[in-house]
């Protein structure tokens, strides 16, 4: 069975692409978080999951660390975090910082180090 989710469904901040779902309800292995940071600066504190999560940076810049490893992303590129790797991100500006962070996982499972 085929799925359509309107974006009502995930959705958290009317007229920004902001929210997640998570893939289980679906029956897929995948769950979704879509960011939007509009303050430079602004991003996740330093975490880690026991998947893959993979980071597609859909505008703005931003600065990952993944592990030891200091990363400058802008729109259009991809970031692949290995499963169990400390990461985060900040929007290195200027302007919004949007996201779309995909968890290899049904749900989100998250150890927050900081």
């Not at 880690?48 to 592990?67: D, L, N, Q, S, W």
């Amino acid at each position: 069975m085929a799925h359509i989710i309107g974006r009502e469904v995930w959705e958290d901040r009317p007229l920004s692409w902001h929210g997640e779902i998570t893939g289980k309800p679906y029956g897929t292995n995948v769950s979704i978080i879509f960011n939007c940071q509009e303050r430079v600066g602004a991003g996740p504190r330093l975490h880690k999951h026991p998947y893959t999560e993979t980071f597609i940076i859909r505008r703005g810049r931003a600065r990952f660390t993944v592990g030891d490893e200091t990363i400058d992303a802008e729109e259009g590129q991809i970031v692949v975090c290995p499963a169990n790797t400390p990461h985060n991100f900040k929007n290195l500006g200027p302007g919004t910082l949007e996201t779309i962070d995909i968890h290899a996982n049904e749900v989100f499972l998250t150890e927050w180090l900081e």
